[in-house]
């Protein structure tokens, strides 16, 4: 009975904040996001977490596109019978396959950064639609064994197809969850609306879409994730161009398959970000910003550099790389603002939080990131020289790759000391 009353007195204060008009309204969402920060405040600076949460979510996103772009080539490329076409639907099924692991592992820092500074946004948008939240994870895991399959399925292209074809389904199912939570949460001032559907119930299934944008799904998933694909197709030609072993004249076609496909994928990219722009609400006063106009202008460097590349793939494999790069690093750049010109209209702000200064978790945080740099430096390094010569042979490391090896294991080390030995000491102090 207690209940009951309960849920009818919120719709009641629910219905009056949503017909009381937008002033009101407005008041009523800041005071909304202020009441649903951490008491406990942020534990380093909040602009330090924005740019590292910046950086690693463009680091996450570079292999998502692969995991998605190497998924659909693969699947295209099963489907035809020409030998050169089985052969590189193989090539992208493996690339395929690491870059969905390496995005997983990725994918968690610029979360925990995005969680710590916007929770107000993160948790109410991800209770929204809750369960799609907690499903995300499950069809994560199905998409990645699919893909999975279909790597060790390869020698089938018939079954390798299917299996090759719901791996991609999956993706970008994944995919447009997670762009229906982050973009529901730059809407705060329809959270009430959406979760009492207008002042006349309350939506606790957790199963409601409330807002999906197909220009931002695009831009910020679909397009790049094949413009960069090709890139990568790009650097399979470069990078195994003096391999004895290797079949020029495939790596020379695989290189123009790539910029083929790289180049209408990118003007897609650039037609569906402006189209995105266009989108967006004039209150924001987001269209007209220095790093709205970078983000486009990342799209265009990359466009023109793969127009240039069309005559020689695998010279301009480098510079398109590094055009993409840039152009994925300002994306992300505008996608962080986006955050902050939706929530200023409600005077909210992650620099806003509560400072209660703490070290020891950015020390963690830096002292693992200086660890992965050092181990991966050395691991890809290695593969990377593994790679450039023929099968059979042997690579001899030199001294320096020595050295950089016995460092590695050192630091690791010194690193899982440090990591274990800071849990004791937090447990023993809090239960000793």
Known sequence: MWELFIRLFLLVVFFLLLVGGNVSFAAGTTQLLEALRDPAGVPFYPVVMQVLQV???????????????????ALFGFTRKDERWQRLAQASLELAKVSVSLAIVLGVAPLLFYQVI?????????????????????????????????????QKPAVATVLTFLGVVFLLWVGFIIHVVNYQALY???????????????????????????????????????????????????????REDMDQSYLEWASHVG?????????????????????????????????????????????????????????????????SGVAIILISVFREYLRLASTARFG????????????????????????????????WWMAYRAGKVPKGKVVE??????HLGDLSVFVVTLWAVVFIGVGLIVIVKNYG
């Open 55 to 73: 950086i690693t979510f463009a680091l996450h996103i570079t292999f998502a596109y692969a995991s998605v772009g190497g998924l659909l080539v």
């Open 118 to 154: 916007y929770d107000s946004l993160w948790y109410a948008s991800a209770n929204l639609s809750a369960a799609w939240y907690v499903m995300f994870i499950v069809l994560l895991l199905i998409g990645y064994y699919f893909t999975w399959g279909a790597y060790f399925m390869k």
């Open 188 to 242: 705060p001032e329809k959270w009430v609306e959406w979760y009492t559907n207008g002042g006349t119930t309350m939506n606790t299934s957790g199963w409601n879409i409330y807002a999906f944008n197909i220009f931002r799904y695009v831009a910020f998933l679909v397009a790049p994730a094949l413009t960069c694909t090709g890139i990568f197709l790009m650097l399979y030609g470069w990078y195994f161009r003096g």
């Open 259 to 323: 910029a083929k496909l790289a180049l209408p994928s990118a003007a897609v990219w650039l037609l569906s970000y402006f189209l995105y722009v266009l989108s967006i609400p004039s209150d924001w006063n987001a269209k007209g910003s220095i790093f709205t106009l970078l983000g486009g202008m990342g799209i265009i460097l990359t466009l023109g550099m793969l127009f240039v590349s069309m005559k020689n793939p695998v010279k301009m494999a480098l510079p398109s790389l590094v055009a």
């Open 348 to 379: 909210y702000s992650p620099y806003n939080h509560k400072l209660n200064l703490e070290f020891l978790s950015p020390l963690l945080f830096f002292g693992t990131l200086a660890t992965g740099l050092i181990l991966y430096a050395y691991a």
């Open 397 to 402: 490391a030199t001294e320096t790759e020595h």
